[in-house]
T-cell receptor, first 113, second 113 residues
Framework: DAGVTQSPTHLIKTRGQHVTLRCSPI?????VSWYQQVLGQGPQFIFQ???????GRGNFPDRFSARQFPNYSSELNVNALLLGDSALYLC????????????FGPGTRLTVT | GENVEQHPSTLSVQEGDSAVIKCTYS??????FPWYKQELGKRPQLIIDIRSNVGEKKDQRIAVTLNKTAKHFSLHITETQPEDSAVYFC????????????FGKGTKLSVKP
């Protein structure tokens, strides 16, 4: 799992604001997935991107969006923040889409006040 | 959709004892089952995984077994050590999901010296 980086580490936002989270996968990995982890729960799948295309989407509202860049890094955007969006946002990197090992980054801790 | 249930939610053992964590899944087409270890404030770390064409896999003190008929899989840790203390998550990847992981709610393992 070494090599997946995320920024920022922590973020505090106010309700209604917008946030952008960033992820860089392990070198050579072409797939990035985003997960939301609420305290005391397992990660919940938000998006998967492979070769810059969305390959999967979890049960999250349209306020959540993402994209992947030509260098395989990715951004997760959340609009109109709600208190319930407070969570640890994890990025996972894998070689390709499909049943390949996913390695997580350290996460971004988002607090919405 | 896929649902993963994990038991127990907490587990306390003495150092040197064995620990077993069990998960059940609902989608019989799921074919990839990883286990992650998450220490407090850290990223989930992939510790072992198993695919549906294999019944058991072992890596030093940890092993995973899969029963496809019963739709359950288990993590076994032998000769537990205090550094094994963490939250453990099981996950399943439904066939056709492009590798998106559905996680259990986690098991907090405490190993007492």
């Amino acid at each position: 799992d070494a090599g997946v980086t995320q920024s920022p580490t922590h973020l505090i936002k106010t309700r209604g604001q917008h946030v952008t989270l960033r992820c860089s996968p392990i070198s050579g990995h072409k797939s990035v997935s985003w997960y939301q982890q609420v305290l005391g729960q397992g990660p919940q799948f938000i998006f998967q991107y492979y070769e810059k295309e969305e390959r999967g989407r979890g049960n999250f509202p349209d306020r959540f969006s993402a994209r992947q860049f030509p260098n395989y890094s990715s951004e997760l955007n959340v609009n109109a923040l709600l208190l319930g969006d407070s969570a640890l946002y994890l990025c996972a990197s894998s070689w390709a889409t499909g049943d390949y090992e996913q390695y997580f980054g350290p996460g971004t801790r988002l607090t919405v006040t | 959709g896929e649902n993963v249930e994990q038991h127990p939610s907490t587990l306390s053992v003495q150092e040197g004892d064995s620990a077993v964590i069990k998960c059940t899944y609902s989608d019989s087409a799921s074919n990839y089952f990883p286990w992650y270890k998450q220490e407090l404030g850290k990223r989930p770390q992939l510790i072992i995984d198993i695919r549906s064409n294999v019944g058991e896999k072992k890596d030093q003190r940890i092993a995973v077994t899969l029963n496809k008929t019963a739709k359950h899989f288990s993590l076994h840790i032998t000769e537990t050590q205090p550094e094994d203390s963490a939250v453990y998550f099981c996950a399943a990847s439904p066939r056709g999901s492009q590798g998106n992981l559905i996680f259990g709610k986690g098991t907090k393992l405490s190993v007492k010296p």
